[in-house]
């Protein structure tokens, strides 16, 4: 095993200049993409939702591109590295996920909906409690994402820059210089939105999706092949290089940890649990991957797309496993946690040591860890561009337009809003993210997922196929799911009361799980039940009939 815990100080003044240039071609290659796509723009249906012009195998590849985050790009092949097989539960949480959103969700919502998730909620109910918290779910889903990519973007940038505690560069430290990250990620994610809407969103997803994809498969290839192309070798390497033998490859590491308190063990199998169920119902319950389904022309466009996003990403996922294993083999748990105590910074530093290992010296671990860490940025810019989009559309559209205005604001002026809504979203993403650089990013996606399996899923799955649904339940399920979900994290060790918390010094948690989706799911299905059952609102069996048939027909669709 290579000793690289002071790998950082490797990379030299070129590896830093071509990682500036390559960041600095495609931010200016998919600006150019935007600019190009705002001409494109001239209506409410093109900011939105593309003109619905995008093919099954075009938006597959943008779904792609949005759901392969830096949680799955950074964030698993670190939780690999440092957890083994607890870590690759994530990629087949993620991956099972989308089985139950193409099965739930996907056509049904293409087919029922205009531009937004909630246009399917308040179809047969009373608009404005409803789309009111439409909106409010979106936004709080899509900046629990948000933090996510952004962290995994400070953290990136220390890397490429080589710097470490103690060092610094341009007179900046490690955390000047992520904080300065955090920052241009956010003001790159607000110009990508407000000047090319969803066509300009899609392209960008596109090209990232096409990009990550290559990266991961040359990296994955080069990783079998110093093993000869044999995983029982890289299996047996990274268990000896990560310091806990067998262990490393069985149950236990990270969830469902045995010890001699009864108490103890349960709760960790329990937070298996949780995780777990938040993994798989989160995806048909997340805004900003429901409204690319409203971008392609027909149902048998979305159920194309969401085939071959399927395609992709499990793919993809299966080489994360290659990428996980493979830095905990080649850089070592050590180097790892050195460079970013939350392991996110494995898949660059693994690029790193392939790169002096196939292209000669430290030169070549500088080019190879340069086009990687751009590929991961490309990464975060689309998908911080999409969760932008997601929220700042349901501001404007459900909130703004059919709320405030009553359904009379004219599209130019829905628009104007949305694009004013992704500057307060960036901003307010922008402060929470200086506060969670702590946290493993696929541990903060894992967390948005619970929360929209908590506050989404239960009011569209009974939306869609429970007739006595009415307004009340939409309302309940909505709040109770999302105050539930956010409640049980703000009082968890995610937040206080242990040494990876944002605030390590703090201590104020008293539920035991580091995610809620155990308990704050069910509780969002029941508030749903409950709130229709209480209330006296007779439902609308008129316009359920027209949602069905429109759900499952695509008649009437726009």
């Known amino acids: 095993m290579r000793d690289l815990i002071f790998a950082a100080e490797a990379t030299n003044t070129t590896a830093r200049t071509l990682t500036i240039v390559l960041f600095l071609v495609f931010v200016l290659f998919t600006l150019g993409i935007t600019i190009w796509a705002s001409r494109q723009t001239k209506s409410a249906a093109d900011f939105y939702a593309g003109g619905r012009s995008f093919s099954g195998f ?41 089985l139950v959103a193409l099965l739930l969700v996907a056509e049904l919502l293409r087919n029922s909906g205009k531009y937004t998730m909630a246009d399917v909620l308040a179809f047969r109910m009373r608009q404005k409690p409803v789309r ?26 220390a890397l490429l820059l080589g710097i470490r505690p103690g060092t610094t560069f341009l007179g900046m430290d490690a955390d000047a210089a992520k904080l300065l990250t955090i920052v241009l990620v956010g003001v790159l994610m607000i110009v990508y939105v407000t000047i090319g809407g969803m066509k300009g969103t899609t392209y960008v997803q596109i090209v990232k999706a ?15 092949a110093y093993f000869s192309f044999n995983l029982s ?30 108490l103890k063990t349960l709760w960790s199998k329990l937070d298996l649990l949780s995780l777990g169920i938040a993994l798989v119902l989160g995806t048909a319950g ?17 159920r194309q797309s969401v085939l071959w996003a399927i395609g992709i990403i499990g793919v ?3 080489m994360t496993l290659a990428l996980g294993f493979g830095a905990a083999a080649l850089v070592g748990s050590e180097a790892i946690i050195a460079q970013d105590k939350a392991g996110n910074t494995a898949a660059p530093q693994l690029a790193q040591v392939l790169g002096e290992e196939y292209l000669g010296g430290g030169t070549g671990g500088s080019v190879l860890l340069a086009v990687i860490a751009a590929v991961a940025f490309a990464t975060i810019l ?10 700042s559309s349901s501001l404007a559209h459900d909130f703004y337009a059919n709320v405030i205005k009553g359904g009379q604001a004219s599209e130019r002026q829905e628009v104007t809003v949305a694009r004013i809504s992704a500057f307060v979203i960036g901003a307010v993403s922008i402060v929470l993210a200086i506060f969670a650089q702590s946290l493993n990013v696929a541990f903060l996606v894992a967390l948005a997922f619970a929360v929209a399996a908590s506050g989404n899923l239960p009011a569209i799955l009974y939306s869609l196929f429970w007739k006595r649904f009415n307004t009340n339940g939409a309302v309940w399920a909505i709040y109770g799911g999302l105050i539930t979900a956010v409640g049980l994290v703000f009082f968890s060790p995610v937040v206080s009361g242990s040494a990876t918390a944002m605030f390590p010094n703090a201590d104020w948690h008293f539920f035991p799980l580091s995610n809620p989706g155990l308990v704050s799911i069910p509780v969002g299905f029941l508030c749903g039940w409950l709130g229709t059952i209480i209330s006296k609102e007779p439902a609308d069996a008129g316009k359920f009939a027209e949602l069905e048939v429109r759900s499952i027909t695509g008649a009437g669709a726009h």
Not at 71 to 95: R, V
Not at 132 to 157: C, D, E
Not at 210 to 224: D, K, N, Q, R, S
């Open 58 to 98: 075009q938006n597959g590849m943008a779904i792609g591109g949005d759901y392969m985050s830096a949680a799955s790009f950074l964030g698993i092949a670190g939780i690999i590295a440092l957890s083994g097989y607890d870590g690759f539960l994530y990629s087949i949480g993620f991956l099972v996920a989308w």
């Open 132 to 157: 009111t918290a439409a909106a409010v779910s979106t936004i709080t889903v899509s900046i629990f994402y948000l933090l996510a990519q952004m962290v995994g973007a400070g953290a990136l940038v």
């Open 286 to 302: 997340l805004p900003h991957i429901l409204i690319r389904f409203y971008t392609v022309p027909t149902a048998k466009a979305a």
């Open 210 to 224: 096409f990009l990550l994809m290559t990266g991961a498969a040359v990296m994955t290839i080069l990783v079998f």
């Open 233 to 262: 070798s890289l299996l047996g390497a990274a268990a000896d290089a990560s310091g806990k033998g067998d262990a490393f490859l069985q149950p236990g590491l990270r969830y469902g940890v045995e010890s001699d308190d009864a």
């Open 316 to 318: 993809f996922y299966l």
């Open 382 to 391: 689309a998908v911080v561009a999409g969760l932008t989009l997601a929220s």
